[in-house]
């Protein structure tokens, strides 16, 4: 059992990227699917969520309206569209999978399954 987030890597200001999230060893369609990210020195932040069922989504403030939760459950993968990427953007951003309910979904204790993190970097 287990989810494997890739697609990070070097990108200038401004540039989008998209990061992939792939579970095995279950079924990610009873799930919501979560990103987080870390930055250097700092703690770990929920980004944006997508529930299962509805797709409902919820986005920390700083990357709404650039970050978007896709899901395409007949791949059993999760997606972080990145548009728009900032230097503060930079982070390891990692997946994760849970049964949250709306009021913790920033809670990383909420989810059960976690990737291993891929690394965003933004600069000129």
């Known amino acids: 059992v287990q989810l494997q987030a890739s697609g990070g890597g070097l990108v200038q200001p401004g540039s989008s990227l998209r990061l992939s999230c792939v579970a095995s060893?279950?079924?990610?369609?009873?799930?919501?699917v979560a990103w987080f990210r870390q930055a250097p020195g700092k703690e770990r932040e929920a980004v944006g969520i997508?529930?299962?069922?509805?797709?409902?989504?919820w986005y920390t403030d700083s990357v709404k309206g650039r970050f978007t939760v896709s899901r395409d459950d007949a791949k059993n993968t999760a997606y972080l569209q990145m548009n728009s990427l900032e230097p503060d953007d930079t982070a390891v951003y990692y997946c994760?999978?849970?049964?949250?309910?709306?009021?913790?979904?920033?809670?990383?204790?909420?989810?059960?399954?976690w990737g291993q993190g891929t690394q965003v970097t933004v600069s000129s």
């Open positions: 060893g279950f079924t990610l369609d009873s799930y919501a």
């Open positions: 994760a999978a849970g049964r949250p309910i709306m009021s913790t979904w920033r809670n990383s204790r909420s989810y059960y399954y």
């Open positions: 997508r529930r299962s069922s509805g797709g409902m989504q």
